[in-house]
């Protein structure tokens, strides 16, 4: 999905990861990762255990550095700025500001647990300047009645299901308005008859247009929401592609063996 931007420029990509790699000690995590998501498109990333697939979302909202590449959203480098013709590393409150505009949804939630439901997605808008603290209240209700927990405005996240509680994350992502979203894993932490309220709010964030990156096991869930499936392996693109073709029909022996033990 594109729009005219001027002097006939197309939009920038929603998301360009060039040639990152990422290494601990002698341990490459990422090796080479070349991706590039459109505006409004769903990608979703499968792989096994240890293959990299967090550790991408990180770097893309710079909570890793990488040792190689960079990544940029909407055309902006993430965590540098291009100087001279060379990159430079930003400072910390620049990069606070960067990632403001890309939303994360962990596996753990990650709530306040001493604010109500409704002061934890109201705390950012407030926090970087972009509402009043009754503007931000305002949002955080219009988005707590999105993903179907208006009634849990004054609950705390002790109070509520790990379902709830990873809506509650949902909602508190959205309040930034960000240009796009990641989501680590967002029902792994999750007992399995919690998995669907929170996987039909995604669907509905992605039939919206949202632009979304969400690494996750649920294969199925892959194939009915996603534009695009990416499988890594080692810290490498093995395989992308429609669902239908990576998941139905995929090129490579790697990505049929692992889709052979976890269909």
Do not use: C
Request: aromatic letters at 4%.
């Amino acid at each position: 999905m594109t729009t005219a931007h001027p002097r006939g420029q197309a939009a920038p990509a929603a998301l360009e990861v060039h040639n990152v790699h990422k290494w601990y000690g002698a341990h490459r995590v990422l090796d080479g990762i070349d991706l590039t998501v459109r505006p409004g498109e769903v990608t979703v990333i499968i792989g096994p255990s240890g293959s990299g697939k967090s550790t991408l979302l990180r770097v893309v909202n710079h909570l890793e550095k990488p040792e190689v590449g960079h990544v940029s959203v909407g055309g902006e480098p993430i965590g540098v700025k291009r100087h001279g013709g060379r990159l430079r590393e930003l400072g910390e409150r620049a990069i606070l500001a960067q990632r403001s505009r890309i939303g994360f949804v962990f596996q753990n939630f990650n709530l306040f647990p001493h604010l109500t439901v409704l002061d934890n997605v109201a705390a950012a808008p407030v926090a970087t300047g972009r509402l009043t603290g009754p503007a931000a209240r305002d949002l955080a209700r219009e988005l707590l009645g999105r993903v179907g927990l208006g009634d849990k405005a004054a609950a705390y996240p002790r109070q509520l299901s790990g379902g709830q509680q990873q809506r509650v994350a949902i909602a508190r992502a959205l309040a930034l308005r960000p240009g796009i979203i990641l989501f680590d894993e967002p029902t792994s932490a999750l007992d399995p008859e919690l998995v669907g309220e929170v996987l039909a709010v995604i669907k509905d964030l992605a039939s919206s247009g949202t632009t979304l990156v969400i690494v996750t096991h649920e294969i199925g869930f892959a194939r009915e929401v996603a534009d695009r499936v990416v499988f890594i392996d080692g810290g490498r693109i093995v395989e992308q592609g429609p669902p239908g073709q990576v998941l139905d029909s995929p090129r490579h022996e790697r990505t049929r063996d692992f889709l052979g033990k976890v269909l």
